[in-house]
């Protein structure tokens, strides 16, 4: 496995009346994260969140293209990002124990924390399809390119680890400083992992290996 130090290209906020910065995803132009009762939606380029949906949203967020899709307590949320109305809910497979939240290939993957696995969900029924071991608590989870990336947090420690999807194996491992904890995960698919920055009230923008970060 390479390890190596993550490299922070950028940090966002805090922002006003957020204490806690949950699930993260991208849609193209826009950073969404979750701070409890709201989705926000944050300007990369000038740092400013632009738009706020009045929703539950308690864990990790994802982007299919057209909906977003949010964890709240034990189900997940599909919303229209225009009107900010719920369309739908299927259960979460953790039960509310569930952390990070991803799309890929027409299915939601969900972190399930303290059981350190990533199941890879049917997004219309909630079905389990299967489920990828991991060897450290889960936060947020992202593809990007085929590959699969997960964020860790044990104390004060966090990681952001690169595994192989069939087998769970760690390929790659970015140190976060210590202290610096990751809650959300997503990749810009580009050369950018926008990470939620949990009790900080923060988003960061950490540099994907292999990519030549970008001027911030």
């Known amino acids: 496995m390479k390890k190596q130090p993550a490299e922070i290209v950028r940090e966002y906020g805090p922002f006003p009346g957020v204490e806690q910065v949950a699930g993260v995803t991208y849609d193209g132009k826009q950073v969404w994260f979750a701070s409890g009762d709201k989705l926000n939606a944050l300007d990369p380029a000038s740092g400013n969140t632009v738009r706020s949906i009045d929703v539950a949203a308690h864990a990790g967020t994802a982007f299919d293209g057209q909906h977003l ?3 709240a307590e034990d189900r997940i949320q599909k ?17 509310g124990g569930d952390s990070g939240l991803a799309w890929a290939e027409g299915s939601l993957w969900v972190g399930h924390y303290r059981e350190r696995k990533i199941h890879q969900v049917d997004p219309e029924t909630g079905v389990v399809l ?55 995960l997503e990749s810009d698919g580009a050369d950018r992992f926008f990470c939620g920055g949990g009790g900080t009230g923060k988003v960061r923008a950490v540099r994907r290996p292999g990519r030549r970060a970008r001027a911030a």
Do not use: C
């Open 130 to 184: 299967r489920s990828i071991e991991s060897n450290r608590f889960v936060t947020g989870v992202s593809w990007v390119d085929g590959e699969l990336w997960h964020a860790t947090w044990e104390g004060d420690e966090s990681e952001l680890r690169r595994i192989d999807p069939r087998t769970g194996e760690v390929l790659e491992a970015l140190e976060m400083p210590a202290g610096t904890n990751i809650s959300g």
């Open 79 to 95: 919303i229209d990002p225009a009107t900010g109305r719920v369309l739908g809910t299927i259960p979460a497979p953790a039960g």
């Open 69 to 71: 899709f949010q964890i």
